[in-house]
């Protein structure tokens, strides 16, 4: 197995950032680009399981240094490869030497060219997790006996439909009540 193919973990994610980070502090320091120098400053990173969406994030706070945050969930999935999470890092590691107001702009775009960063703000990572992880059953409530919809067709998982039965259909839904998969 290449180093590229081997499997993220979050250790080596951190890993992965603290080399970055390094790098990144070098790349700045010979351009003379103070303000960068400072946004890296006291960075800290924190692995987390929360971030569904994002592969990653920065947050800025006024007393503290600024948190990037990156996606356990999405960059330590199977099909993500250490390009992928070399791309995350390099991208929220240009929005801490940016700062705030920078967003998705020229200065952040700058500091993105600086790193070797692309400056891509959308990734396909999340496609991958979607596709394997079980998806929810939604279903509608109908009537075996008279055909009618419960709930006027309102879609729901089967622990939520069942719960939503109780004490609120007629007696002949209760017994002829049946889930019908929707989609």
Not at 89 to 109: D, S
Request: hydrophobic share 40%; with cysteine; proline share 2%.
């Amino acid at each position: 197995m290449t180093a590229t193919a081997r499997k993220m973990t979050p250790a080596r994610l951190r890993s992965l950032f603290r080399r970055e980070v390094t790098a990144a502090r070098a790349t700045f320091r010979a351009m003379g680009w103070a303000s960068a120098i400072r946004g890296l400053r006291n960075v800290e990173v924190k692995v987390s399981g929360q971030l569904s969406r994002a592969a990653g994030s920065c947050t800025f706070y006024e007393a503290r240094p600024c948190l990037i945050k990156l996606s356990s969930k999405l960059l330590c999935h199977e099909t993500a490869t250490e390009a992928h999470a070399v791309e995350v890092i390099r991208h929220e590691i240009a929005h801490a030497a940016a700062g705030l107001e920078a967003q998705h702009g020229a200065e952040w775009k700058r500091a993105c060219a600086a790193i070797g960063s692309t400056g891509d703000v959308y990734h396909d990572l999340h496609a991958a997790a979607d596709a394997a992880k079980p998806r929810d059953r939604w279903y509608t409530l109908e009537c075996a006996c008279c055909g009618e919809s419960i709930g006027n067709g309102t879609t729901l998982t089967g622990r939520e439909a069942a719960r939503w039965t109780r004490g609120r259909v007629t007696r002949c839904c209760k017994v002829h009540a049946r889930r019908v998969l929707v989609g």
